[in-house]
């Protein structure tokens, strides 16, 4: 079966910041909970794009600081 796509973007995040996945929930804050520092979250943006094969609009990017905020962006995005 194929995994769903809050799955997909929490090990994204993950891989990225080299999190534990237990730690890579909802309510986390890429930088306040998670530790993402300023490269990684360049790093984060192509892999998401590379993960889903799209584009991210940069303007947005600042407006997922979440992982929940993160995965309602790709489901808006990918349609699912």
Do not use: C, W
């Not at 909802?26 to 984060?44: F, N, T, Y």
Request: aromatic share 2%; net charge negative.
């Amino acid at each position: 079966m194929a995994e769903g796509t809050a799955e997909r973007v929490r090990k994204v995040i993950a891989a990225v910041l080299k999190a534990p996945l237990e730690r890579v929930v909802p309510k986390a804050h890429l930088v306040r909970d998670l530790g993402m520092a300023s490269i990684q979250s360049i790093e984060l943006i192509a892999a998401l794009e590379e993960e889903f094969n799209t584009d991210i609009d940069a303007d947005k990017v600042g407006d997922i600081l979440t992982v929940e905020k993160s995965i309602a962006y790709m489901q808006k995005t990918v349609g699912k």
